[in-house]
């Protein structure tokens, strides 16, 4: 790792600590400085506002995410498991990401807007990993042949479904189970694009 990377990742990893526990609003450069061990010109060396670089830690976290769920589904087989897989994946991420999340969205408008934007980039990473992985489906006979304008609807579909589990599992994340749920809703989404020859 460069100098630079690495300068930039201690920022990141002592801003995300200090965003976690305190929200934007209330989280100062100083305090970034000195969470990082750096001084504070060379936080304005790298990032010219402390909103630039509450953006670079949630981007920073959102391509943890997408590597995560990248290597879930990787390592599934067939494409029922990978979006078995897909989802938990993306289920566990929300819940290590719960108090953080918290503490930024009782911030203020400023990190939502951030959030909002962000949010929406990531939807559609998610909606293209989907796209590929019914696309594999096709391709392996799992699936039904499906056009292009076809897995575009059932990815978005798909993403805004598992959106809605998200909701009980911020809430109440001890108290749900989430694996009966997800195999479930996999399963059930399958059974209407699944081959005719299964």
């Known amino acids: 790792m460069e100098k630079d990377e690495l300068v930039i990742t201690e920022i990141l990893a002592g801003a995300k600590k200090l965003f976690g526990k305190h929200g934007l609003k209330k989280t100062t450069m100083e305090e970034i400085a000195m969470a990082a061990g750096k001084g504070k010109s060379t936080l304005y060396y790298y990032f010219p506002s402390k909103k630039e670089i509450f953006e670079s830690v949630v981007e920073s976290e959102m391509k943890n995410v997408v590597k995560k769920l990248r290597e879930a589904v990787n390592a599934a087989f067939t494409a029922?498991?990978?979006?078995?897989?897909?989802?938990?994946?993306?289920?566990?991420?929300?819940?290590?990401?719960?108090?953080?999340?918290?503490?930024?969205?009782?911030?203020?408008?400023?990190?939502?807007?951030?959030?909002?934007?962000?949010?929406?980039?990531?939807?559609?990473?998610?909606?293209?990993?989907?796209?590929?992985?019914?696309?594999?489906?096709?391709?392996?006979?799992?699936?039904?042949?499906?056009?292009?304008?076809?897995?575009?609807?059932?990815?978005?579909?798909?993403?805004?479904?598992?959106?809605?589990?998200?909701y009980p599992l911020s809430i109440e994340s001890a108290e749900f189970e989430s694996g009966e749920y997800f195999d479930e809703m996999i399963d059930l989404l399958i059974e209407g694009i699944g081959s005719r020859n299964s």
């Open 80 to 166: 029922r498991n990978k979006l078995k897989a897909f989802l938990k994946s993306q289920i566990t991420a929300i819940a290590d990401y719960h108090s953080f999340k918290e503490v930024v969205l009782e911030d203020s408008l400023e990190s939502l807007k951030v959030l909002v934007y962000l949010k929406s980039r990531y939807e559609q990473i998610q909606i293209d990993m989907i796209r590929e992985i019914l696309l594999g489906g096709a391709q392996s006979g799992e699936f039904r042949d499906l056009s292009l304008v076809k897995m575009n609807k059932i990815a978005f579909m798909m993403v805004t479904a598992f959106r809605g589990l998200h």
